[in-house]
Every structure is written in structure tokens, then in C-alpha cells.
């Protein structure tokens, strides 16, 4: 079932998820339901804040972007680990690399873009859909994703990674978001 994906200005977006257990009712399918909403918006990535649940859940397939990036970019991309996976209960063990930047954009923020600095490495703690532990280093595309969508799980968004002038020019525009003045190809929860 494809989900409304919760628009800016919602409280949950800025609440700190709680741990799960595998006992939390409903959880392969929220999470099949997860990867459908994920590929009906054509994202990339999909914190579970995003659809409404304040758990630490999230989803990345940056397989997305690797295959179906153009010609002229496909070199960027040629050594990237790409991965679909599904992320529980995760906490970054470490950052490491230099800092890039990074065209980003979020499915709670449509119309919204700006260049953010990330590491170029994640070290994570983390379970899967078994609830079995991991611990795994990730770079490139699919790290950012991964901090992306972890920022989301810690009540962070990626505008809080702008300058407060940067803010101030999206100020209309996020606005419109919280008023549900914006059009996209995917259903929205919008503050009341």
C-alpha cells in the first residue's frame, strides 16, 4: 500500500525515534509498504518518521541513482557500493573522510534543493528486517543517503545543514509546504 509521505512542518519530523523490537505490531508489512511508497515517489531513500511512525526504521536503495543516472554521470558512480536495504535501531559508530557537497532534496520538502556537506564515510551499528546486528561501513552516495535519512530518525531535516540565509531565501517556499501549496506526484500529509 503506497503511503502519504508527511509534509515540512509536521511535529513528528523534529521528534527523536524510539528503538523498536521485533515484536512491533505490523512490521514486514510497514516496511513492504515502505518500499512501495519509496518507489512511487522515486526516492531514494525513506525514514519511517516520513510515514508517520516515530521509529527507528529506514529504507536506501541507492541502487536508484547508480542505474539510472545519465551518460555523462555514470563515471561519478562506477565505484560506488550501491545497496537496497532496510536499516533497524541504527546509530552512526563514526564518521570519517572529507566533507562533500552534495545536491540534496527530501520527499517531506518537495521544490526544495540545496548543496549539503556530508562525510564520505559512515561506520553503523544497525539490525535488519531479522533483527539481526550488524555493524558495516558504507561511502560515497549511498553514506550520504544513509545520513539523510538517519538525520530524520534524530528529528533533523536536511535544511537544518543550510546557513540561516540559505533558510531565509526557502522561507515562502517551505510555507507553502506547511500550508499544502505544493503539487507533487505523490500523496502528502499536510499540517491542519
Known amino acids: 500500500m503506497i503511503l502519504p509521505i508527511v509534509a515540512y512542518g509536521q511535529p513528528i519530523l523534529r521528534k527523536v525515534s524510539t528503538a523498536i523490537t521485533p515484536e512491533y505490531p505490523g512490521l514486514k508489512e510497514l516496511i513492504d509498504n515502505m518500499w512501495e511508497t519509496l518507489y512511487h515517489s522515486n526516492g531514494v531513500g ?6 508517520n511512525h516515530s521509529i527507528r526504521l529506514f529504507l536506501v536503495d541507492s541502487l536508484q541513482i547508480v542505474e539510472n543516472a545519465d551518460e555523462e554521470d555514470k563515471d561519478d558512480y562506477k565505484d560506488e557500493k550501491a545497496i537496497k536495504q532496510v536499516f ?18 527530501c520527499l517531506s520538502i518537495p521544490k526544495v534543493r540545496e548543496d549539503i556537506m556530508r562525510s564520505e564515510t559512515v561506520t553503523l551499528t544497525y539490525q535488519d528486517e531479522k533483527f539481526e546486528h550488524h555493524t558495516q561501513t558504507f561511502d560515497g552516495i549511498t553514506a550520504r543517503i544513509i545520513l539523510h535519512e538517519y538525520d530524520h530518525l534524530e528529528g533533523k531535516l536536511f535544511i537544518d545543514h543550510i546557513s540561516a540565509f540559505k533558510r531565509r531565501m ?23
Not at 533497524?88 to 532534496?105: A, D, F, H, M, R
Open 88 to 105: 533497524i535501531n541504527p546509530t552512526v559508530v563514526s564518521l570519517e573522510g572529507e566533507e562533500w557537497k552534495y545536491n540534496e532534496g
Open 46 to 51: 525513506l525514514a519511517a518518521p516520513q510515514i
Open 170 to 192: 526557502h522561507k515562502a517556499k517551505l510555507d507553502d509546504i506547511m500550508k499544502g501549496k505544493v503539487r507533487v506526484d505523490y500523496r502528502m500529509l499536510f499540517v491542519k
